[in-house]
C-alpha cells in the first residue's frame, strides 16, 4: 500500500465514522420523539453522545484495522487515480450541448402538451358536432 493511499484511506474512514456519528445522533432523536420508551431509558445526552462517540470509533477502526477493506480500498484508490478527466474545453462544449438538448426537449415537450390541450379541450365540441349533424 503506498503512503499517500494510507493517508486518503485514513480521511475516508474518518470521514465515514463522522458521518457514522451525526446519523447515529438523528436517529436517536428521531426516535426519543417518536418512541417515549426510548426517551426514557436511551434518549438522555449522555446516553446519546457516549452511543455518537462509540459507534464512530467502532466503525472507524473496524474500516482500519480490517485487511480486507484495506485491500478492496487500497485498490479503489488505485482505480480511481487512472481516471483521466476531460480538460475544461471538453467539459464546457459537452454541458452546452447538454444545455441545448434539454431546452430543445423542453420545447418539443411544450408544442406536444400544446397541441394534446388544444386537441383534448376542442373534443368535446367535435363530438357536439357531429352528434347534432
Known sequence: MENDNKKILTMSFL???VVVFFVVGMLVDT???TW?????????????????????VVTFFS????KKVLVFSDE???ELKKIVWPSRKDTV????VVIVMVLTCGVIFAVFDGFSTYVIGALPKWVDRVINF
Do not use: C, H, P
Request: glycine share 8%; charged share 10%.
Open 31 to 33: 426516535f426519543s420523539a
Open 93 to 96: 462544449a459537452m454541458t452546452i
Open 36 to 56: 417515549g420508551w426510548f426517551a426514557r431509558n436511551l434518549g438522555t445526552e449522555v446516553v446519546k453522545n457516549v452511543l455518537q462517540v462509540g459507534l464512530a
Open 15 to 17: 470521514a465515514a465514522a
Open 76 to 78: 479503489v484508490v488505485m
Open 63 to 66: 474500516l482500519q484495522l480490517n
